[in-house]
């Protein structure tokens, strides 16, 4: 459990720190992949977006990932 509300206190403060300095607006979307094009079989995705000026920008707000995890990244930027 602490994994997970340390995941959520930095994807927070790094919301808050782009948002402020950069004036971009960051959301947190949970969508379903209903075809299972991500992870091989129906699931949620979640995604962090960008969005300043009508450009849209995928991200992964994270403390860190590995070479497994950037795979899933990419997998859930082409489904987005």
Request: hydrophobic share 40%; charged share 25%; with cysteine.
């Amino acid at each position: 459990r602490w994994g997970l509300y340390s995941e959520a206190s930095f994807r927070n403060g790094l919301k808050a720190i782009l948002g402020q300095s950069f004036g971009v607006e960051v959301l947190n979307l949970t969508l379903y992949d209903q075809e299972g094009e991500v992870f091989g079989r129906p699931e949620q995705v979640e995604l962090d977006i960008i969005i300043k000026n009508g450009l849209t920008i995928v991200c992964e707000l994270k403390s860190s990932i590995d070479k497994a995890g950037m795979y899933v990244f990419g997998r859930k930027a082409e489904f987005y």
